[in-house]
């Protein structure tokens, strides 16, 4: 069986970029709300009144105000749950923006994702460092009894708990070496990571590269280790995360000792 990974790649990469410039994709989140910021109910920018309960948002409007729920126009008063899917199928519309409701840590939130953002018509492209498959290396996963909840910092400032399964321990690229994925073909390092519904691994990290040629931390995933603890880390495939296309997104910060003291010269850099 061969395999082709410069054009695997080169397909991830491009469907990275189509799926971030897609009409609601992450270039299109213009607002994210916070309803208890507006006791009131009134949202910037958007019709109805939007007050939230235990279990979800109350949306009440009149036809005058313009809103759809699920494809017609809506008066009168709906209960809306945290959206789940694709932010093109929510329930909620005001003409061609999707209004989607979200909720972290009990907090109720309305996001707001327009086609015609500034951000998606200004998009050219994703940087990128050109495949190289010294940059794909063995890594094994060590969980840890029980996850670990950490209290991290947020991209829009605030701190939220982050759930840690393990550890993903590496060996560091070295461009000295022909072939990294020799066994000792550089020194180990390890990433905090979580683990996603499928079994695989997340890591938000940053390196010697951030906030200079990279953006300032960067998301990694891996597939879901086998039996025995074993994946592969490809750097390759670092990607950036959702804030580095929008300000109104969360991105947790990385976890501490998720700073890498290399410089992942591999995988996403910034918008173009």
Excluded at 10 to 26: F, I, L, N
Excluded at 135 to 141: A, D, E, L, M, Q
Excluded at 235 to 258: E, I, S, T, V
Aim: hydrophobic share 40%.
């Amino acid at each position: 069986m061969t395999t082709d990974a410069p054009g695997d790649w080169k397909r991830w990469h491009e469907q990275r970029v189509e799926a971030v410039s897609a009409p609601y994709g992450p270039l299109a989140l213009t607002a994210t709300h916070w309803i208890e910021d507006y006791p009131e109910g009134r949202l910037p920018d958007i019709p109805g009144v939007w007050m939230a309960e235990e279990d979800g948002v109350v949306l009440t409007a009149a036809e005058a105000d313009g809103l759809t729920v699920d494809g017609r126009p809506f008066a009168g008063r709906a209960a809306l749950a945290a959206h789940t899917g694709p932010e093109a199928g929510a329930r909620v519309a005001l003409g061609g923006k999707r209004l989607v409701v979200l909720v972290r840590e009990g907090v109720w939130g309305v996001r707001v994702y327009d086609p015609e953002s500034a951000a998606r018509r200004a998009f050219r492209g994703i940087e990128a460092a050109p495949y190289d498959p010294r940059w794909s290396v063995p890594g094994r996963f060590t969980p840890y009894d029980g996850t670990r909840t950490v209290r991290l910092g947020n991209a829009d400032g605030r701190e939220r708990g982050f759930g840690l399964a393990g550890e993903l321990t590496f060996p560091a690229p070295d461009l000295a070496s022909p072939d990294l994925r020799e066994p000792g073909a550089g020194q180990e390092r390890t990433l905090k990571v979580a683990r996603q519904g499928n079994g695989a691994l997340w890591a938000v990290f940053a390196d010697a590269t951030s906030g200079d040629t990279s953006f300032r931390f960067r998301f990694l995933f891996a597939q879901a280790p086998d039996a025995e603890g074993r994946t592969t880390v490809d750097f390759n495939r670092a990607q950036l995360p959702p804030c580095a296309f929008a300000d109104h997104f969360l991105c947790p910060l990385p976890a501490p000792g998720n700073t890498l003291d290399v410089a992942i010269e591999a995988g996403e850099r910034h918008l173009t």
